[in-house]
């Protein structure tokens, strides 16, 4: 006689997706501080006190200051810049009050009139007159 076979129950394999599982680390935030770095402007170095003169010096002369504040002296005048025709101009950040001046030619001849002033910070533009 025959075996009896019984058929055989084929099971199906069905395709999975395996899915990547991620490694979860857990990052501790950690904030930095960043220092506020204030500066503190002093406005002395910021503030700009100008004397212009406009005159004519004649050729090969030079315009002097003397005065008292930013650095001038009655005792010995500091140049002026010849920026354009007859007109000479002095600049500085050192004035902390008002400057009182007087121009000079060739730091030799006096200016006519009162000494001149000028606040700190502001910008005086004079035509002295001269007799020489």
């Not at 501790?28 to 004519?56: G, M, N």
């Not at 200051?65 to 002095?90: C, H, Q, T, V």
């Not at 730091?107 to 020489?132: C, K, M, R």
């Amino acid at each position: 006689m025959a075996k009896k076979t019984t058929p055989k129950k084929t099971v199906k394999k069905v395709a999975t997706k395996k899915t990547a599982t991620k490694k979860v680390t857990a990052t501790k935030k950690t904030t930095t501080k960043k220092a506020t770095v204030t500066k503190k402007a002093t406005t002395a170095s910021l503030v700009q006190t100008r004397i212009i003169a406009r005159v004519d010096v004649g050729f090969g002369n030079a315009l002097y200051l003397r005065g008292e504040g930013a650095g001038l002296s009655w005792d010995k005048g500091a140049l002026m810049e010849n920026i354009a025709p007859y007109e000479w101009a002095f600049s500085t950040t050192r004035a902390k009050a008002p400057v009182a001046f007087k121009c000079l030619i060739n730091d030799q001849v006096w200016a006519d009139g009162e000494n001149q002033s000028v606040a700190a910070g502001g910008t005086l533009i004079s035509s002295p007159v001269f007799h020489w």
